[in-house]
């Protein structure tokens, strides 16, 4: 119990999922925000992901955006009403309301890293209510890439090479969410898989936009290499395999999950990441399908998995299940020069 309150002083923030309502108060006073995904093979219908600094967080709100920071990282989130935008037409494409509360959505974000002086986005978290649905011709996470480009092109960032890992999920409900993670201090690496195309270079079949993120981003933090990989599915270049066969797609998404490690090692010699040291968040669309998408990734892991599974939407309708993943090296050893 004494190490509670010291535990408290150094959250910076929490995601919340639950189908049954947002938390009656935010985890210990710290910024959070509620995302309607209910949890699975959790035993609760209610589960928090929390964020700690190195120490004391001191945390604000600028804008819509609440925050709290600890020793050169900082945990954001915010929730963006679409009622708030009109669908307009301009430049030849329709703003549509997700669109432009995407858009805002990040110039807010990259407006805050400004203010206080954390140059370095590492990682994005979007929640999308009604990720498939459409309006006005375009489906909607298409019309969330739109956005999103929109964001980052007006705060003036790059849309490939050194952009933040990030995933993008479908919500029961609500407005759509924003979470993120930013530091100061050294540049993160940008991590690709070499089995895939970035998805920065997808084709306009994928819609108009392609998506603005890295498949996995290396952080310096706390003076120790910290891997954040992004939202992973069974995709080879840039096609979805396997349609329909949860087996199969759980055990390419383990393939394409092991080439980011080996790739994330490539980049950062002496540094070792060890899939079973990692932390794992899994996307599944079909409840029933989650105990075996849970044997398999404990069986690819050879011990237990630290993993939170959600039910969510996968940005792509054939898509069965993503898996994320984060955390720091098993062993750094020393370099000799």
Not at 3 to 13: K, T
Not at 52 to 57: C, D, F, T, Y
Not at 111 to 140: M, T
Not at 262 to 282: H, I, M
Request: hydrophobic share 40%; charged share 20%; proline share 9%.
């Amino acid at each position: 119990m004494s190490q509670a309150p010291a535990w408290r002083n150094r959250l910076l923030g929490a995601t919340c999922f639950s189908l049954a309502g947002p938390p009656r108060a935010a985890p210990d006073a710290a910024p959070s925000i509620w995302v309607p995904l209910p949890p699975l093979l959790a035993g609760a219908d209610s589960v928090c992901e929390s964020w700690l600094g190195a120490s004391q967080a001191w945390r604000g709100r600028r804008g819509p955006v609440l925050f709290g920071q600890s020793e050169g990282l900082l945990f954001g989130c915010l929730g963006v009403l679409e009622s708030g935008f009109p669908a307009l037409a301009a430049d030849g494409a329709s703003q549509t309301p997700l669109r432009q509360a995407t858009a805002f959505a990040y110039r807010e974000i990259f407006g805050l890293l400004d203010a206080l002086d954390f140059p370095h986005l590492y990682r994005v978290w979007n929640y999308l209510p009604d990720i498939h649905g459409e309006s006005q011709g375009v489906e909607r996470y298409r019309q969330f890439n739109r956005g999103r480009q929109d964001g980052f092109l007006a705060s003036r960032r790059p849309l490939a090479g050194p952009v933040p890992a990030a995933s993008a999920v479908g919500s029961a409900d609500g407005p759509p969410a924003f979470c993120f993670l930013a530091g100061r201090g050294e540049p993160p690496l940008p991590v690709e898989n070499p089995r895939q195309i970035s998805a920065y270079h997808y084709p306009q079949a994928y819609g108009p936009r392609a998506p603005t993120f890295s498949r996995a981003t290396l952080a310096r933090i706390g003076g120790r290499w910290t891997l954040f990989i992004s939202g992973t599915a069974s995709i080879v270049g840039h096609q979805s395999l396997h349609p329909g066969d949860i087996a199969a797609q759980t055990r390419e998404t383990l393939a394409n999950l092991d080439a980011v490690i080996d790739e994330a090692n490539r980049r950062v010699p002496g540094t070792s990441f060890d899939r079973g040291q990692l932390r794992y968040k899994v996307y599944v669309r079909r409840p029933v399908d989650a105990p075996g998408i849970r044997e398999a990734l404990e069986r690819w892991l050879g011990v237990p998995a630290s993993a939170l599974f959600l039910q969510a939407d996968i940005c792509r309708r054939e898509l069965l299940v993503e898996i994320e993943a984060g955390g720091g090296p098993a062993a750094v050893k020393p370099c000799r020069r």
